[in-house]
């Protein structure tokens, strides 16, 4: 059977007003926000296989400009799930060009600031059924963040790395084991990196079509130390 194109397009637009910007008893100053947002998703299936590519971008203009609040962001991804006989295959990546002001400061919204973050990210999961009662996943995930204001925000590259297996003692109990791995480099000197290695040990009880409850134990090793977590 042919693979299966499709499109699916959005678009969304909000709109905020505030009458006091900066929350000051004098020299109030009022302010409009106006966003759109519109994505597009071009679908591609086939048996066992689906692929995402999405294109997004967001507008958004301010009536006051000493804020410089006018931006344009976008980004562009790729998502895929393919399954196999015995094993599934998941893969990701994309870049997205992001402002500060809707990331860092989203809570608070009065960074004077109009600087941008580049973000790019690629990230992949096997999962296997090695026996009846085995089953593994192998995941690594990369991020890497430049900002246009450096000296505010530090650049860092990080990595993320998992192993999980699985043993079934019987249909609803299993033994769980994680081994996990990250990393984190940031680009100034004066902030330190992260070498992190953790392992996870436990069960897992299905309780019903939709819950589960997992108990784990292990110890993680961080920067020449050990530290003990119970979950």
């Given amino acids: 059977m042919a693979a299966e194109t499709s499109f699916d397009l959005g678009i969304a637009a909000d709109a905020r007003y505030n009458d006091n910007r900066f929350l000051t008893e004098t020299n109030k100053r009022s302010v409009y926000l106006f966003r759109v947002s519109p994505v597009i998703d071009t679908i591609i299936e086939d048996e066992g296989a689906r692929t995402v590519i999405s294109a997004r971008g967001s507008f958004q203009k301010s009536s006051d400009e000493s804020v410089e609040e006018d931006r344009f962001t ?3 991804s790729l998502i895929g ?3 196999f006989e015995s094993s599934t295959l998941n893969i990701g990546g994309g870049y997205d060009r992001q402002s500060i002001f809707d990331t860092e400061f ?5 960074f004077l600031n109009n600087s941008t973050r580049d973000r790019g990210f690629a990230q992949i999961g096997v999962s296997a059924s090695l026996s009846e009662t085995l089953s593994v996943r192998l995941s690594d995930s990369f991020q890497i963040l430049d900002y ?6 530090n650049n ?3 990595n993320n790395a998992s192993l999980d297996i699985d043993v079934a003692l019987n249909e609803n109990t ?5 081994f996990g791995y990250l990393y984190y480099e940031p680009e100034f000197a004066l902030s330190p990196s992260v070498n992190s290695y953790s392992y996870l040990a436990g069960f897992r009880r299905q309780v019903s079509q939709n819950t589960s409850i997992s108990v784990t134990g292990g110890v993680s090793y961080l920067n ?3 530290m003990w977590s119970a979950v």
């Fill in 148 to 153: 246009s204001a450096f000296g505010l925000f």
């Fill in 156 to 158: 860092y590259w990080s």
């Fill in 81 to 83: 799930d393919y399954e």
């Fill in 174 to 178: 299993a033994l769980i084991q994680n």
């Fill in 106 to 110: 989203d809570d608070t919204g009065t």
């Fill in 74 to 76: 976008y980004g562009i």
């Fill in 224 to 226: 020449d130390k050990y």
